[in-house]
């Protein structure tokens, strides 16, 4: 069982109880009621208490931090190539390898998931909120929450300076200019179930590249999506006229270049949402988009 503490300092001395799970440990309304259910959900100096209780300087707030019901997973029995980048008793970084989703989905329901490689390995209890989904064919870093509270702590971040993600795109063609942002709303495409587009009603979507390299007819892109759209690099880097390699969604299948499309996940930082600690990851270019460039 996971807790926050925080000790109040004489600047809030005489606050209700309250006002340091919302204001100083940000947990939302629905998580805070569900503290006051919970058996020993929030103490003060180690006694049960109530929201409304008042605390005072040098005082000691623990909470309740794991998921009160925990979720069953289905595991996905195997040895999947998952590593581990990070880990503590708060959040996890993996490496995502190809083929895998982060949950199952009805799309693809026969495709292995992190959620149930995770569960293999560690037990159906375990605790899965993926933080930045991932594409099926998409490599790369991405974070796990071990509890809602955190998920939610790191949800908030997302789209904001401190939680940053950069990925390496192999595309066909070159953009011109070399540097630029794309500013293209994206929405459905109402002619296909998965498939999104650009179009004038779509929702506020913000990339932006770099040209790092180029090489027959291919080029290699630094990627910073400042928005979070389902598909979003794909579909701008194919409203430039470059698609991904292997994109067989937006672009063109070729599954003797590159058997997905060619996105990564290269880089990931953060800011630890209970420890304030500036965590800063990277995972080399997998060998299929490396053969590439």
Not at 9 to 19: A, F, L, N
Not at 80 to 87: K, Q
Not at 131 to 160: E, Q
Request: neutral net charge; hydrophobic residues 40%; proline residues 8%.
């Amino acid at each position: 069982m996971e807790r926050i503490t925080y000790t109040v300092p004489p600047e809030e001395d005489g606050v209700c109880v309250r006002h340091i799970l919302k204001a100083r440990l940000h947990f939302s309304t629905h998580a805070v009621a569900r503290l006051t259910r919970a058996e020993n959900g929030i103490t003060v100096n180690g006694a049960h208490a109530r929201t409304v209780d008042i605390v005072h300087a040098g005082d000691t707030v623990s909470v309740r931090s794991d998921d009160l019901r925990p979720p069953r997973l289905l595991p996905t029995p195997g040895d999947w190539p998952l590593p581990v980048v990070y880990e503590d008793a708060h959040l996890m970084i993996v490496n995502k390898p190809a083929g895998m989703t982060a949950h199952a989905s009805n799309f693809l329901p026969d495709t292995p998931t992190v959620a149930g490689a995770l569960a293999y390995r560690r037990g159906s209890d375990f605790i899965f909120h993926v933080v930045n989904r991932l594409d099926k064919g998409t490599t790369g870093l991405m974070a796990v929450a071990k509890s809602g509270y955190i998920h939610d702590r790191l949800r908030r971040m997302l789209h904001t300076t401190d939680f940053h993600r950069e990925y390496r795109a192999v595309c066909v063609g070159c953009p011109a200019p070399p540097v630029g942002t794309v500013n293209a709303p994206i929405g459905r495409d109402e002619t296909s179930a998965v498939r999104r587009m650009v179009r004038p009603d779509g929702q506020s979507a913000v990339s932006h590249y770099e040209v790092l390299s180029r090489r027959d007819g291919l080029s290699l892109l630094k990627l910073i999506p400042e928005t979070g759209r389902t598909h979003q690099l794909r579909v701008h880097m194919a409203y430039l006229g470059c698609p991904l390699a292997g994109d067989w969604l937006y672009g063109t299948e070729d599954t003797a270049l590159i058997a997905r499309p060619a996105l990564h996940a290269y880089a990931l930082s953060l800011t630890h949402p209970v420890t304030g600690e500036h965590l800063s990851f990277t995972a080399p270019i997998p060998a299929d988009m490396e053969k590439l460039i």
